[in-house]
Structure formats: structure tokens, C-alpha cells
């Protein structure tokens, strides 16, 4: 492999890495609370970044509501506790929220919606949601990782010792189990994101700690968008490639595929067996197509 090609993998991934919406918002909102960082609350350039990029990120989020409100009335996973479902329908339920009123005060900062006091009103009650839907994710991963810690302990019992990390059911938990700590420590640290924007302990919880405390979380948010990128092997360019090496993709995708590679096949399968006319070789075309 040779350091041109290393290079152009790397190049694809960032592209790939950039694509996506999410991230964007995110590397924004490291900017963002950077800025609040530096500024620690006192007029000069970094606040006015601080500003600035807090209302451009909410251009990122029109309309992001809809997530949230497909995950409030979809079904859960069999098994899964009532508390925590309860908790998981909160969370989608008071984010949702927030993500919609926060539309209500981008509105309001670009000109658009005039009263002032209202938009101030709703963008503080959008900020409660928000802290309450970290709450709630804070008990979630709370709760999942009890459940995981219990079912490994239970996979160690069953396992000698020299087996568990080569069993891929236990090495599966592990990593499952790990990412669930990680967005335990986010959603606990969006806690204080949101105490310090709040203002509910504003000698404790300063500008300057709100700050520290959001690109901490902006760039857990950022490797966590990450984990769906295709490895580098996938990006490199293969003399014998075929469709087997090509990475896999998204459910939705893969059966959209699967289904125009089956339609072409039968296309070119009645195109090579028989003698067709020109209406029927439009017609193929037109599915292909």
C-alpha cells in the first residue's frame, strides 16, 4: 500500500465523516462552548463566536424533532424493563420538545418573531427539556449497564477463563458495554451543560466551567458519530475488486440494492433469451433506470 493511497483513504473518510449533518453540528458546537470557555462570560470576540455559532448551529436542527418523535412511538425491544421504557419514552419525549421550541427561539434571534420576552420564555422552558432528557438518558444508560453487567457476569460463569476473550458473544457486551459508559459520562456532563446555561448555580457553575464542560461533550458526540464509518481497508483501492469487498451497507440501503441488482439481473436476463421489441426493450430500460 503505498502512502498516496493511505492518504486518499484518509482523505475519503473525513469526507464521509463530514457528510453527515450531525457531525458538523458537533465540531460547531466544540466551537461553540470553546468560545463560552475563553469568553468566560465577558463581552469581546470570543462571545461574540460564542453567539454566533449558537445560532448558526440551530439551522442544523430544523425540523430534527422528527427523530425523537418517531423514537416516542416506536416500539421497544422485547425484554426491556417499564422503568426504563418509561425513561426511554421521556427522553424522546422532552428532547423532542426542546429540539421544536428551539426552532420557536432561532425565529426569534434572527429577526423573524418580534417578542422578545416570549422568545427568551420559551428558549429557557427549551433548555429545561433538555435537561430533563439528559436526566433521563443519565438513568437509561444507569439502568442498561446494570443489565450488562449482570448478563456478563453470568457469561464469565459459563466461560473458563482462557475462553471469554475469544467468545464473541462476551467480547459483543464488552464493547456494548463500554459505549453505554461513555454516553453515561455525556449525558451526566449535559446535566451541567444545562445547570450552567440555566443559570441555577451560577457561583458554582460558571461560563467558563458550562464551557469546559460542553467541548468535553461536543467531542465525545463527535467519536460517537464515528462509530458508523467503514474501516480504511474498505476505502483502499483493490486490483481484484468485486462487490463482496465493497463495504456494507446502512439495512435500508442494502435492500434497496439488493432489489435494483435483482431487477437489472432479470432485465438483462430477457434481453439476452429472447428477441424483444422496441416497446419491450423501452420497457426495460425504464426499470433499470
Given at each position: 500500500m503505498s502512502t498516496l493511497d493511505a492518504t486518499r483513504a484518509e482523505l475519503a473518510l473525513i469526507v464521509l465523516y463530514l457528510n453527515k449533518a450531525e457531525a458538523r453540528?458537533?465540531?460547531?458546537?466544540?466551537?461553540?462552548?470553546?468560545?463560552?470557555?475563553?469568553?468566560?462570560?465577558q463581552p469581546g470576540t470570543a462571545q461574540n463566536v460564542d453567539k454566533s455559532t449558537s445560532l448558526a448551529r440551530k439551522v442544523f436542527r430544523l425540523f430534527k424533532f422528527v427523530n425523537d418523535l418517531h423514537g416516542l412511538i416506536s416500539p421497544v425491544s422485547q425484554g426491556t424493563p417499564l422503568p426504563l421504557v418509561l425513561l426511554g419514552k421521556s427522553k424522546n419525549a422532552l428532547l423532542s420538545t426542546?429540539?421544536?421550541?428551539?426552532?420557536?427561539?432561532?425565529?426569534?434571534?434572527?429577526?423573524?418573531?418580534?417578542?422578545?420576552?416570549?422568545?427568551?420564555?420559551?428558549?429557557?422552558?427549551?433548555?429545561?427539556?433538555?435537561?430533563?432528557?439528559?436526566?433521563?438518558?443519565?438513568?437509561?444508560?444507569?439502568?442498561?449497564?446494570?443489565?450488562?453487567?449482570?448478563?456478563?457476569?453470568?457469561l464469565e460463569k459459563e466461560l473458563k477463563d482462557g475462553e471469554k476473550h475469544h467468545n464473541e458473544q462476551y467480547r459483543a457486551k464488552l464493547k456494548k458495554s463500554n459505549e453505554r459508559s461513555l454516553a453515561l459520562v455525556k449525558s451526566a456532563m449535559d446535566i451541567v451543560v444545562a445547570v450552567g446555561l440555566?443559570?441555577?448555580?451560577?457561583?458554582?457553575?460558571?461560563?467558563?466551567?458550562?464551557?469546559?464542560?460542553?467541548?468535553?461533550?461536543?467531542?465525545?458526540?463527535?467519536?460517537?458519530?464515528?462509530?458508523?464509518?467503514?474501516?480504511?481497508?474498505?476505502?483502499?483501492?483493490?486490483?481484484?475488486?468485486?462487490?463482496?469487498?465493497?463495504p456494507p451497507l446502512l439495512?435500508?440501503?442494502?435492500?434497496?440494492?439488493?432489489?435494483?441488482?435483482?431487477?437489472?439481473?432479470?432485465?438483462?436476463?430477457?434481453?439476452?433469451?429472447?428477441?424483444?421489441?422496441?416497446?419491450?426493450?423501452?420497457?426495460?430500460?425504464?426499470?433499470?433506470?
Open positions: 453540528d458537533k465540531i460547531c458546537r466544540a466551537i461553540q462552548y470553546g468560545s463560552k470557555f475563553l469568553s468566560d462570560g426542546f429540539l421544536f421550541l428551539d426552532q420557536i427561539v432561532w425565529l426569534g434571534r434572527s429577526g423573524i418573531y418580534k417578542n422578545k420576552e416570549r422568545v427568551d420564555l420559551i428558549g429557557r422552558i427549551s433548555l429545561f427539556c433538555w435537561m430533563g432528557s439528559s436526566i433521563c438518558t443519565t438513568l437509561v444508560e444507569v439502568g442498561e449497564l446494570g443489565r450488562l453487567s449482570a448478563s456478563v457476569k453470568k440555566l443559570q441555577l448555580a451560577p457561583k458554582k457553575v460558571t461560563p467558563r466551567v458550562t464551557g469546559a464542560f460542553g467541548v468535553v461533550t461536543s467531542l465525545i458526540s463527535c467519536y460517537q458519530i464515528g462509530y458508523g464509518l467503514p474501516t480504511k481497508a474498505y476505502l483502499l483501492p483493490n486490483p481484484r475488486f468485486n462487490f463482496d469487498s465493497s439495512p435500508p440501503f442494502a435492500s434497496l440494492n439488493s432489489v435494483a441488482a435483482s431487477i437489472t439481473t432479470k432485465a438483462k436476463d430477457k434481453l439476452k433469451t429472447r428477441a424483444c421489441s422496441a416497446q419491450e426493450v423501452k420497457n426495460v430500460i425504464s426499470i433499470i433506470i
